[in-house]
């Protein structure tokens, strides 16, 4: 029970302090404009998923942003070894947060269905 608990809370501090490496010490322009919308740290704290969303739904710029995350992920992992109080910062992965387009996707069906109806 203890163990998810520190789970959940340094999810959440990863995720509020990836924000703010973006934000700040990242200059790469293929990353501007992401938002970190949730992180998944395994159970020993080993490994990091964190996942993303951009305002664009272009595949090229998609795989620019991705391109442009794994050439940080270096600095963002520094910077996080720095700024939390763990033992072993963890491996990160960036992979992007496909459920915002899956929600749109499902309003356009919805909005169809309702359209035919009347």
Do not use: C, W
């Not at 080993?46 to 272009?58: D, E, F, G, H, V």
Request: charged share 30%; glycine share 6%.
């Amino acid at each position: 029970m203890v163990q998810h608990y520190r789970v959940g809370r340094l999810s959440q501090e990863i995720q509020r302090e990836v924000n703010d490496i973006l934000m700040k010490r990242v200059r790469d322009p293929r990353v501007e404009g992401v938002t970190i919308t949730g992180v998944e740290v395994t159970g020993d704290l080993q490994n990091a998923t964190i996942y993303y969303s951009t305002l664009s739904n272009l595949a090229s710029d998609a795989e620019k942003t991705q391109k442009g995350l794994d050439k940080a992920t270096g600095l963002i992992r520094r910077e996080l070894g720095q700024r939390l109080s763990i033992y072993v910062t963890p491996e990160l992965k960036f992979v992007r947060d496909e459920s915002v387009r899956y929600g749109d996707h499902i309003d356009e069906l919805l909005n169809k269905l309702h359209q035919q109806d009347r």
